[in-house]
């Protein structure tokens, strides 16, 4: 009974975070133009998607805005996880405050003051100033990630590396990397996921001419969102819901394979 | 002869179609001070959590002072635990962490001071009550873990490896500690430890179980002395355990020569395990001993010389004040008296123990 | 000592470039006017009827919101963390899954799913029951905040709760408490780290959102987010926008305080 309860409320949950992308993969079938009616089963958005320069571009303009910015922002991070460790504790605190403030601060708020800095400087606003504005949301989620698996870290491993004869950067690749490794991969995710999920900070920072997949929603909601979009959205969902399964299903291989060596 | 307070009767219990524990017996008495010693995995944690009542066996029956407590929850049970690793309320000060559970049998304030100051006493912690546990050592949380455990006045302490988070020297101070406690309250300790120096010790009675086994119950010198298997030998100190035959009662034949021993009932011919302890065996002059060899390696411990002693192509580990460099051919003789004779495995208890090693 | 400076340096001049100059620019430009001279104006701008109405309102719908998202979470966080889901697979469809459908077309979805004749009204209508008109409604936003920021809420808690050590619960069984004592005394108390950095994480995105408000809330209703983003993308007063930024961060900043005195070590933190 206590079980059921258990799985009946975790079911609820589910439905309610998971019907709206329900309706957006319905959507993307119906053939009718409008999303107030269900006009009969479609596959012609997805053809017309493929015809569509304006929604490619935004996607585009997306997922290379994402890749850079969570890249650049993946180096940065972790050389500063990395620069943190031998810092004093009062440093240290200085250094992970300055991490929260756009973590706690609203993104309205960010993406206002970058606005501001780009017009005091006379940056002309286009692609550059989006990538700027990412890189600088995604760095703390790449600190996040990096910093519990740095702190886990057996400081001597790496002087060890060095006492057999290693020069700095090669104990750091060989010994210390592949530890943080996991740690890095995560905030890169993190920091991709958020770039592409990003509306407001992109709002704020991108000028006229240029659009992500969120800006470009956003000046369609109110003429009406054209049913490619639905179409898309679909498709990167699939994509990732299968990249996932595969992850998963090697995962487990190798956890049952740790497992078996931990035995 | 105390009387019983606690009787586990064919427990078993399994995890994820693991067999932990296979139809356990076991009865503990009253000021009793029992220690459930084994490696790790051997079940004795979680026959230390189906007293505690964190675990219910999967079947089988907890006997406490007559009645039967296998489903009672933890809340409802007579005994307390200290935990491994303490498990303090961390967001309490020690006065509170003590008060818990006076203050859940809603004990009068006064009373609970009282008890505070006493349990704080008891365990050389006086002054200490509005401390938060996150800056006390190790050692003194680990006491302020048991304080906060007897203030209820348990019949039965359960204490699960409870100095094994310490140091060697801390470790030593608490054993006594342990004791004197034990003592003053005159209540039953039920104690988990895989540290055979620690339940040797400590303990009135040990209990040795391996791989969800008993192995073997008796008191300190019965299980170092006596050990009925090899696992056991060779899990309490240093042991040669030798495959011998039994010639007849009162000889033994190991590695091909002939020892006196006082054993009998082995039957004529038998094969058996004998058990040595490193202490017991002599070393005297070339051709004077039983069997002959040579020093192989030595390594002085403090108190005595350790040894290995080549002879009859077995590995003798010796202990001796006497110290004789490698390469010195010796005799080697064993007292009668120190000739432990244990069957050979043939029970399925006992050979679980061969399993494992 | 080089290495150390090369390794620091970029995130040092970055976080410098992009965190803080900004931020002092919104303070530049909330005290000043048009002509570079000191001014209060700004920031006594909220004082006015309009923008004081819309604070109000964001303040009331995000409160709500966030007492809504602490108490669905907190059950849910509570039953996930008694289960032996694995953290990962759970973290990923809860919360980074649905991320990769874009957030407005996630939210725009529950105008479909609440209109009129929207799904949810058909099949409360199949089960003959009272029809829900709430789109374009402070509720709707309601919603779509809870929608939007739940896994903000749930995340931190179940941290904390995952985080607290089997013996300690079962201590306090141990020492004569039962289920509700246990929880009242010991899991929910170690559990407020967990809950005061969900409920940062959920008010203040809540009280600044503009995009919530516009979406479900029709163009009727007004949040301090919506009327900032107007200053700054339709009237172009910046200076108005960042006092009235200025008015918004006092919340956020006691809000930073909050977690930071509750939450030492970032241990209740989303990741």
Not at chain 2, 318 to 336: A, W
Not at chain 3, 75 to 90: E, K, R, T, W
Not at chain 3, 154 to 175: F, R, W
Not at chain 3, 192 to 202: A, E, K, N, R, Y
Request: glycine share 6%; hydrophobic share 50%; with cysteine.
């Amino acid at each position: 009974m206590k079980n059921f309860i258990k799985r009946f409320y975790i079911g609820i949950i589910f439905v309610f975070l998971y019907a709206p992308i329900v309706t957006l993969i319905a959507l993307s079938f119906n053939s009718s133009k409008t999303r107030a009616k269900w006009g009969g089963f479609t596959f012609k958005w997805y053809a017309s998607l493929l015809q569509d320069e304006i929604i490619l571009q935004a996607l585009w303009n997306t997922l290379i805005i994402a890749f850079l910015s969570s890249l650049i922002a993946t180096v940065i991070g972790t050389a500063a996880c990395v620069a943190m460790q031998s810092m004093s504790r009062k440093m240290r605190a200085l250094f992970m405050g300055i991490t929260n403030i756009p973590m706690l601060n609203a993104d309205i708020v960010t993406g206002i003051s970058l606005m501001l800095l780009y017009i005091s400087l006379g940056v002309r606003f286009g692609f550059s100033t989006i990538l700027l504005s990412h890189i600088t949301f995604n760095i703390p989620y790449v600190i996040l990630s990096v910093m519990p698996r740095m702190k886990q870290l057996n400081p001597h491993t790496y002087e060890a590396a060095l006492d057999l004869g290693a020069s700095h950067v090669y104990a750091f690749f060989k010994v210390v990397f592949p530890d943080i490794l996991p740690g890095v991969l995560t905030g890169f995710l993190m920091a991709f996921t958020m770039s592409l999920d990003d509306f407001i900070i992109t709002h704020f920072t991108k000028g006229a001419g240029i659009d992500t997949l969120s800006t470009k929603i956003y000046t369609e909601v109110k003429k009406g969102i054209k049913p490619e979009m639905y179409a898309l959205s679909t498709i990167i969902f699939i994509a990732v819901i299968c990249l996932l399964l595969i992850i998963n299903i090697f995962g487990k291989k190798s956890a049952q394979k740790d497992m078996r060596q931990d035995n | 002869m105390k009387k019983e307070l606690i009787t586990l009767q064919n427990i078993s219990k399994s995890y994820d179609g693991q067999l932990v524990l296979d139809d356990l017996n076991l009865f503990i008495r009253e000021n009793e001070f029992l220690t459930l010693l084994g490696p790790s995995g051997c079940g004795k944690t979680t026959t230390l959590r189906i007293l505690g009542g964190f675990e219910t066996p999967d079947s089988g029956k907890v006997i406490f002072d007559g009645s039967d407590i296998t489903t009672l929850p933890p809340n409802k049970r007579q005994l307390n635990t200290v935990f491994q690793k303490y498990a303090l309320f961390v967001h309490m000060t020690i006065a509170e962490n003590i008060a818990f559970g006076l203050k859940i049998k809603k004990k009068s304030a006064s009373y609970i001071k009282d008890k505070i100051k006493y349990a704080l006493k008891l365990v050389n912690l006086e002054g200490y009550e509005n401390r938060m546990p996150d800056s006390l050592s190790g050692g003194q949380q680990q006491r302020i873990a048991i304080a906060r455990a007897i203030v209820n006045e348990p019949k039965v302490l359960l204490l699960d490896e409870p100095l094994g988070a310490l140091d060697l020297k801390l470790r030593q101070d608490m054993q006594y500690e342990l004791i004197r406690l034990k003592n003053e309250l005159g209540i039953t300790f039920i104690y988990v430890t895989h540290d055979q120096e620690e339940a040797l010790t400590m303990s009135d009675t040990i209990v040795v179980m391996n791989q969800g086994y008993i192995q073997q119950i008796g008191t300190p010198e019965k299980i170092y002395n006596e050990p009925e298997n090899a696992f056991v030998a060779d899990f309490i100190g240093d042991s040669n355990i030798i495959a011998s035959t039994m010639v007849r009662d009162e000889l033994v034949e190991i590695l091909g020569a002939r020892f006196a021993c006082v054993d009998k009932g082995f039957g004529e011919n038998a094969p058996v395990d004998v058990v040595i302890r490193p202490e017991d065996v002599e070393l005297v002059a070339e051709n004077t001993g039983t069997i002959e060899g040579v020093v192989s390696h030595i390594i002085f411990k403090g108190v005595h010389y350790e040894m290995e002693v080549m002879a009859n192509g077995f590995e003798w580990l010796v202990h001796s004040t006497k110290m004789f460099p490698v390469g010195t051919k010796v005799g080697i003789k064993v007292d009668p008296y120190n000739i432990q004779i244990m069957n050979k495995p043939v029970s399925e208890d006992e050979e679980a123990s061969t399993v494992n090693e | 000592m080089n290495r150390k400076k090369a390794l620091q340096a970029p995130y040092l001049f970055w976080s410098v470039m992009f965190i803080l100059i900004p931020l002092c620019m919104i303070f530049y430009y909330g005290f000043t006017d048009k002509t570079g001279a000191f001014t209060l104006e700004n920031i006594m701008a909220i004082a006015t009827a309009e923008h004081a109405k819309a604070l109000w309102l964001s303040m009331l719908l995000s409160l709500v919101s966030t007492v809504l998202c602490l108490v669905i979470a907190y059950p849910l966080a509570m039953i996930l963390s008694s289960m032996n889901v694995s953290q990962n697979s759970f973290i990923v469809v809860i919360f980074i899954l649905p991320m990769w459908m874009n957030f407005l077309l996630r939210t725009l979805a529950w105008q479909t799913l609440l209109e009129k004749t929207g799904v949810i009204n058909n099949i409360l209508s199949f089960l003959h029951l009272p029809a829900l008109n709430i789109i374009n409604t402070p509720p709707a936003i309601i919603l779509g905040m809870v929608y939007n920021f739940l896994p903000f809420m749930v995340l931190p808690i179940y941290n904390a709760l995952v985080k607290i050590d089997k013996n300690v619960i079962n201590a306090a069984k141990d020492l004569g408490a039962n289920q509700v004592q246990t929880f009242i005394r010991i899991i929910l108390p170690l559990s407020i780290p967990g809950v005061i950095s969900g409920i940062t994480m959920v008010f203040v995105p809540a009280l600044t959102t503009f995009v919530i408000s516009t979406l479900l809330g029709g163009s009727k209703i007004l949040l301090i987010g919506n009327v900032i983003e107007q200053e700054f993308t339709r009237a172009g007063n910046w200076y108005l926008g960042s006092g009235l930024s200025i008015v918004l961060m006092i919340f956020i900043i006691v809000n930073m305080v909050l977690s930071s005195v509750f939450d030492k070590d970032g241990e209740g933190a989303i990741l």
